[in-house]
């Protein structure tokens, strides 16, 4: 059975996902890029914004897993956009089509939760955006089959790594937490007491400063 | 001039220092042990507890820092006992005495803070406890002049240390985050947001599961 993943999670010190205050503008709210600045200094987050270079350590090996052997993705809305309700952008020339350019770094499809199902996007580069109001276990059944046989990937916000986490359907789960204190936003961990006793739990940290924590589903 | 500390102080991966339902007999209610079984692994733990032997690594390395030169410790009244209110057993023979039998690891004078003062009582091994109604400064300086030129222990819980650092006054904190979810109790980060940016930070993880976090006051 292919795995369902989750990669480079970034999270603070006081366990926030995302800050307070997301716009267009600011995917991450008040905490701007800080989540992910590790990440942008590593080899592959060099190479997803066409930039040579890049360190090759700890944060690299950890970051450059999230490609490889994933066939789907699954994310909530709110990491698709900072929208709420029904959409006001269907059928006009600004069609919201993700933070990510027209090339996204994903290059499955990518299944959307929303309760306000819409048309399918396709972008280049074999990303396809497909909206979806789905339970996580018909979101995953839904990603699995798209993913013919690889790995699916849920890749957040905190509120779909929760929900995923909560119904036991998350095999590996690796976090990068982040020497900060964000303060507000959105926690990972509410409602997930005692979800350790499920994984092998292991930490390292990076000179970076980031913790890594790898959660692995026992056998 | 002498420093503020905090050594040893254990948090959840969500941020809890303490859990909740405490009682005479679960000093961190639903946490148990598990907040501090990385210490009684040590050799430091092994000594505070008459036992021989324990781990002499990373974790050993931090946990016992705890008590070279400190002359006194500044503690809330939680981590004196679970009671609330005005004392009832002043004068009987049933006083609480703290958690730690008749000779506490503190060795100095322990200032208890409290909006109910009582006598002070003095324990075998040089610990006293001194039981005094006072803002965090107010403590701090009565501590320091108890403490004879030697330095300050912010001994905890989270409320005390979430006070002390809000008002400036910790010079470096040793947190031991343990990779388990609490889930409930007192938070540490609370009010915290951005209290990184006064500190230089460094994370390291050790081969128990913990990761060790030093903030250093920046000079």
Redesign the interface.
């Known amino acids: 059975m292919s795995k369902v993943r989750v990669h480079n999670f970034s999270i603070s010190?006081?366990?926030f996902a995302t800050g307070d205050g997301r716009t267009f503008d600011a995917p991450f709210g008040h905490a701007g890029t800080r989540l992910h600045e590790w990440m942008f200094a590593t080899r592959f987050g060099g190479s997803m914004q066409g930039r040579p270079g890049g360190s090759g350590g700890v944060d690299n090996a950890f970051a450059e897993r999230f490609g490889p052997g994933i066939g789907a993705e699954i994310m909530g809305r709110g990491k698709f956009g900072p929208q709420t309700g029904p959409w006001d952008d269907l059928g006009t020339e600004r069609e919201w089509r993700g933070w990510w350019g027209p090339n996204p770094p994903f290059h499955t499809p990518v299944f959307v939760l929303t309760h306000h199902p819409r048309p399918a996007i396709e972008m280049a580069g074999g990303t396809v955006f497909h909206f979806i109001d789905a339970s996580p276990q018909d979101a995953l059944a839904a990603a699995r089959e798209a993913a013919g046989g690889l790995d699916v990937r849920i890749g957040g916000g905190p509120t779909v790594v929760r929900d995923f986490l909560a119904a036991g359907l998350i095999d590996s789960l690796h976090l990068a937490?982040v020497?900060?204190?964000?303060?507000?936003g959105v926690?990972l961990?509410?409602?997930?007491?005692?979800?350790?006793a499920r994984y092998d739990?292991?930490?390292?940290?990076a000179p970076s400063?980031?913790?890594h924590?790898s959660f692995n589903r026992r056998g």
Do not use: Y
């Open positions: 010190l006081d366990g937490q020497p900060i204190v964000l303060g507000r926690r961990w509410d409602g997930l007491e005692g979800i350790e739990v292991e930490a390292v940290s400063g980031v913790t924590l």
